[in-house]
C-alpha cells in the first residue's frame, strides 16, 4: 500500500506495470478518496488544475494516475487488445484502488477515462464506489468521433501535436499509437460498452459537451435511457470534449454538488 499524504507523488504497481500517481488531500482512512482516470492521450499532468481545484472545493481525498503507456507510468504492452478498456477496469482498477487503501468515493473519468469508470461500476459491483462522474464518455463508436480520430492521427504524422504531447509523455508515439490504432482498427467499429450501465445502481452525474468532435449527446443520453440508478445530466453549450477545462468552475461545482448528496459531510 502507498503512504499518502498530501501533495506526494510517486509510483505504485499493478499487473506488474509502475504508474505514476499523485495524492491531494486526505488519505482514504481519514476521507472519501474521489479517483480521477484520464482520457485516451491523457496523463496525471494533463488534468492540470482540476484535481487540486476539486479537492479544494469538496476537501475529500483526490487521487490521481497515469495508466500503463501514459505520462511516465510503464508502456503498455503493444499493440493494445480491442477491449483495453474493459481490461483496464476489471483488472488494473480494482489493484490500483487496492493499492492506495481504497474504501470509499468516487470515480470521476474523462473519455476512455469515464468508460473506464462505468466499467468498474457495472461489471465489478465495487461496493466502496458511491458513485460516478462521467465527463464525455464513450460507449459505442460514432462516424464522427472517428473522423476526429482520423484528424488526430494526421495532426500527429504531420503537425504539431507529436511535440505538444512529448511534454507529458514519456515516449508520445507510444502513447498515441496505443490509443489511435485501437480506435481505428477495422474490429473496433463494433466495440459497445453499454451492457454495462444495465448494473450501475449507484447515482452518475454525467458530464458533455454539446460541440464535442469525439462524441454526440447520445452517449449520455444512453446512460439514461440504460442505468437503473439515479443519472443527473449536464449539458454544456458551446463546449468541446473536455468540460473540465473549458468550464472549469462551472464542472467542479457541479461535481461538488453532486457528492454533497452522498452526505459526505463536505
Known amino acids: 500500500m502507498i503512504a499518502w499524504a498530501d501533495s506526494a507523488r ?34 496525471l499532468a494533463l488534468w492540470r488544475d482540476f484535481p487540486a481545484r476539486l479537492q479544494a472545493a469538496t476537501g475529500l481525498g483526490v487521487f490521481v494516475y497515469s495508466r500503463q503507456g ?10 493494445r487488445p ?8 476489471v483488472d488494473v482498477l480494482p489493484e490500483v484502488l487496492d493499492a492506495i487503501g ?15 469508470a462505468a466499467l468498474h461500476a457495472g461489471y465489478q459491483q465495487d461496493q466502496r ?27 500527429f504524422e504531420t503537425g504539431d501535436l507529436a511535440r505538444k ?8 508515439a507510444h502513447s498515441f499509437a496505443g490509443w489511435c490504432d485501437s480506435w481505428l482498427h477495422p474490429d473496433f467499429v463494433a466495440w459497445n460498452a453499454t ?21 454526440s449527446l447520445a452517449q449520455i443520453m444512453v446512460v439514461e435511457d440504460r442505468a437503473p440508478g439515479a443519472v443527473t445530466q449536464l449539458v454544456l453549450e458551446a463546449v468541446g470534449h473536455t468540460p473540465h477545462l473549458e468550464q472549469l468552475e462551472d464542472v467542479v461545482a457541479r461535481i461538488h454538488e453532486f457528492i454533497r448528496k452522498m452526505n459526505y459531510n463536505t
Open 70 to 79: 501514459y505520462g511516465h507510468s510503464d508502456p503498455a504492452n503493444m499493440p
Open 165 to 172: 504531447l512529448g511534454k507529458y509523455h514519456r515516449d508520445a
Open 195 to 215: 451492457d454495462a450501465l444495465d448494473n450501475i445502481r449507484v447515482p452518475i452525474l454525467t458530464v458533455q459537451g454539446d460541440a464535442d468532435p469525439y462524441g
Open 129 to 155: 464506489v458511491t458513485g460516478v462522474v462521467l465527463i464525455a464518455p464513450h460507449f459505442f463508436t460514432e462516424s464522427k468521433g472517428l473522423a476526429a480520430i482520423t484528424s488526430a492521427r494526421q495532426a
Open 102 to 116: 481504497f474504501q470509499q468515493g468516487v470515480l470521476i473519468g474523462h473519455s476512455d477515462g469515464a468508460t473506464i
Open 82 to 89: 480491442l477491449d483495453y478498456m474493459t481490461r483496464e477496469a
Open 10 to 43: 510517486g509510483h505504485l504497481r499493478a499487473r506488474g506495470k509502475a504508474l505514476e500517481y499523485q495524492c491531494l488531500g486526505p488519505a482514504p482512512n481519514d476521507s472519501p478518496t474521489l479517483v480521477l482516470l484520464h482520457e485516451g492521450l491523457g496523463c
